[in-house]
């Protein structure tokens, strides 16, 4: 009996030092994974952000649309300007003193053209691809655009986002939820990765400086 006992306890041991190793060895593992998706998700976020961000450069709003905001990456081109200070005659103040008087006027000069595409993507065609989530069957981002008001004043906004739960689909269930509360400094907070906001004015992504800038 003492034999058995002593065989029972040796398998309890096993058994629970199993499940301590595993506790801590699967969440380590978890977060391996979460983070290595997660760089790559960012990435194309920061890429979508860009786009975004010259869209509304040159056409004074965002696009709501992968399709178009393609096509306008394409096909768009940035003005390259010079400016410069020139002092011009103030013919209004000569007039009333009689002596000529000058004033100061910054002058805009159009010195060319340059591709949006060149500007943002160089030699890589990936914004072709960046609609598309890492880690999925080709599944899209969620992408939105508009205007919020503000102040008195319709804003151009957008936002761009994805669950979570999407790019760690076959991940312990449980992890994930717990994932999805983050509350944290250093983590992706709350239930989505995401760049810009339909509510407030700005460009910012919810990911900590860890995966890159979060700001443009």
């Keep these: 009996m003492k034999l ?3 065989l029972l306890l040796w398998v309890v041991i096993g058994v629970l030092g199993y499940f301590t190793f595993n506790s801590v060895y699967e969440p380590i ?14 990435d194309k976020l920061k890429d979508i952000r860009q786009a975004e961000l010259a869209h509304k450069t040159i056409t004074g709003r965002f696009s709501g649309n992968f ?4 096509t306008f990456i394409d096909t768009a081109e940035f003005t390259v300007t010079q400016r410069r200070d020139t002092t011009i005659l ?16 910054v ?8 591709p949006v595409k060149d500007s943002l993507f160089k030699n890589s065609d990936r914004y072709k691809e960046m609609m598309f989530i890492p880690y999925t069957d080709n599944k899209k981002f969620d992408l939105e655009a508009g205007k919020t008001y503000k102040n008195g004043n319709y804003i151009p906004v957008f936002e761009v986002k994805v669950d979570k739960s ?6 312990d269930k449980d992890l994930v939820a717990q994932e999805k509360q ?7 907070n709350g239930e989505y990765i995401q760049v810009g906001s339909m509510s407030e004015v700005n460009t910012k992504g919810n990911w900590p400086k860890v995966f890159g800038d979060n700001d443009e």
């Design 107 to 114: 002058l805009i000069d159009t010195l060319g053209y340059t």
């Design 4 to 6: 058995v006992i002593q």
């Design 166 to 171: 999407l790019i760690l689909e076959d991940q």
């Design 90 to 105: 103030d013919e209004e103040r000569t007039k009333q003193l009689g002596v000529d008087q000058y004033k100061s006027k």
């Design 182 to 188: 983050t509350v944290a400094v250093d983590g992706v």
């Design 67 to 70: 399709d178009s905001l393609v």
């Design 29 to 42: 593992q978890f977060n391996k994974v979460r983070d290595k998706r997660y760089q790559k998700v960012i």
